[in-house]
C-alpha cells in the first residue's frame, strides 16, 4: 500500500477488522493477528504530506497518522536510504553537489534546518535556486519550466515531467489560465449541471430558493470541477476522480488533450502505468463532500482540470524533470515544502519564486512546517 502516511490510519483498522474476519472464521485462537495473519507492506515517507483533514489542528493530523494506530506497534521499518531520483540522473561530476541537496531536503524534511524546527519555523532557500529577476517575475517562471511551449504543444514528453507548483489553488488558476492564452488554438467553454440533491427536497423548513444555479455554479470546492472549464487541444489536464484504475485513469492521473467533442473528451495519458494509450471520458455527477457547504448539491461535469500548475499536494508521489515552486503564500502543514522541493531529478531542473501579494520579490526566506511528534515512533 503506496502513500500510506497520507491515509488515515482508520482506513487500516477497518482493513485489519475485514480481514480478520475473513480468514480468521475457523480460528478464533488466532484473532490477534493483524489483517488475518496476511503480510501487508506500507510504503511511504513520513516527511511528506500527513491525511487532508479539514479544519484540522496539529494534534488532529498526528492522530490520524498510521504511526499513532495500534497497527504500528507490530510494525517492522524497513529504511530506504539512496534518494534514487536525484542520483539516478547525476554524472559523475555532480556526485558530491547532488548528495549535499539529498541531505539539505532530508533535513529540511525532518526540521533540522535553522535549529529545531518544530512547527513554523523560517527557513532560507540556496540562492542558486532562487528567482531573483525583478522583471516579469511569473513569465520567467514559466519560461524556465516550459521554454519553446508553442514549439512542443503536440509533444506529449514535454509535458510528461514539467509542473508549476504552490501551496494553494487561488495561485494555480492564474498560472493556468496565463499559460493556456499562449496556445494558438481556438478555445471551447464547458459549462456545468448545477443541481440540488433530492433529499434537500424532503426538509420542510430548506428553502430551495435561496440556492439558484447561479450561487450553485459560482461554488469552487476542492475535489470537483469548476463550472465553467475553458480548454484548448495540446493543454495538460488532470483527472479529479477514479474513474478507471485498471486503465491507469485514477485521481491525479495527468493527460494531453487531443480533441473537444460536445459530450466527450479523447485525451492521452502521460503520467502514471498507461503512458500513452488513448481515453475518452465523458462529463460524470459529482457531489461536494465538503462540510462548510450547509446543503448537498450535485455538479455534472467533466472530472478534469488544467494542470499546466498544480498544487503540491496533487504532485506527491510524482517525479518531475522541471519545477518551479511559486510562493506567493507560506506552505501551511507538515511535509508541503518537503514534498515540493523533493519532486525533482536534479537541482537544476528546480526553481523557487518568492513573492508577495503585490508580486514583489520579498526575500530568500519562507516558512517550513514540520510535526516531530509523527516521527517519535518511527
Request: net charge negative; glycine share 6%; hydrophobic share 40%.
Amino acid at each position: 500500500m503506496d502513500e500510506a502516511p497520507m491515509v488515515h490510519k482508520h482506513a487500516f483498522e477497518a482493513l485489519d477488522r475485514s480481514m480478520n474476519d475473513i480468514f480468521n472464521t475457523q480460528r478464533n485462537g488466532d484473532s490477534h493477528m493483524l489483517f488475518g495473519g496476511k503480510v501487508i507492506v506500507f510504503g511511504g515517507d513520513f516527511r511528506q504530506i500527513m491525511s487532508v483533514i479539514p479544519n484540522a489542528g496539529r494534534q488532529d493530523i498526528i492522530n490520524a497518522s498510521l504511526s499513532s494506530s495500534y497497527i504500528w506497534e507490530k510494525c517492522k521499518v524497513l529504511r530506504l536510504t539512496r534518494n534514487m531520483r536525484l542520483t539516478a540522473n547525476s554524472g559523475s561530476s555532480e556526485i558530491e553537489q547532488t548528495r549535499d541537496f539529498a541531505k539539505w531536503i532530508l533535513d529540511l524534511g525532518e526540521g533540522k534546518v535553522v535549529g529545531d524546527n518544530d512547527g513554523e519555523a523560517v527557513i532560507e532557500i540556496p540562492h542558486d535556486i532562487l528567482i531573483t529577476d525583478r522583471v516579469d517575475l511569473i513569465y520567467v517562471l514559466i519560461e524556465f519550466v516550459y521554454p519553446s511551449i508553442l514549439e512542443n504543444i503536440n509533444n506529449s514528453a514535454y509535458f510528461q515531467e514539467r509542473a508549476i507548483l504552490a501551496p494553494k489553488n487561488e495561485v494555480i488558476q492564474e498560472i493556468n489560465d496565463c499559460l493556456m492564452s499562449l496556445f494558438p488554438e481556438d478555445e471551447k467553454e464547458y459549462l456545468s449541471s448545477d443541481m440540488l440533491c433530492e433529499s434537500e427536497h424532503l426538509h420542510d423548513e430548506f428553502d430551495k430558493t435561496l440556492y439558484s444555479p447561479d450561487v450553485l455554479n459560482g461554488l469552487k470546492l476542492s475535489g470537483i470541477s469548476i463550472h465553467n472549464i475553458l480548454l484548448k487541444v495540446g493543454v495538460p489536464i488532470m483527472l479529479l476522480r477514479n474513474i478507471d484504475q485498471k486503465s491507469g485513469l485514477c485521481n491525479g492521473t495527468r493527460l494531453r488533450v487531443l480533441t473537444l467533442g460536445n459530450r466527450v473528451i479523447e485525451a492521452h495519458v502521460i503520467s502514471g502505468s498507461n503512458i500513452g494509450s488513448r481515453t475518452f471520458f465523458p462529463r460524470m455527477s459529482l457531489t461536494p463532500t465538503d462540510k462548510r457547504i450547509p446543503f448537498k448539491f450535485q455538479r455534472r461535469q467533466f472530472p478534469i482540470d488544467v494542470c499546466f500548475a498544480m498544487t503540491i499536494n496533487k504532485s506527491q508521489g510524482q517525479s518531475l524533470s522541471k519545477v518551479g515552486l511559486f510562493l506567493r503564500q507560506p506552505v501551511f502543514t507538515h511535509g508541503q515544502l518537503y514534498v515540493a522541493l523533493s519532486r525533482i531529478k536534479s537541482k537544476q531542473g528546480l526553481k523557487v519564486l518568492i513573492m508577495d501579494d503585490d508580486d514583489d520579490i520579498i526575500d530568500s526566506k519562507i516558512m517550513n512546517v514540520v510535526y516531530k511528534e509523527v516521527f517519535s515512533n518511527i
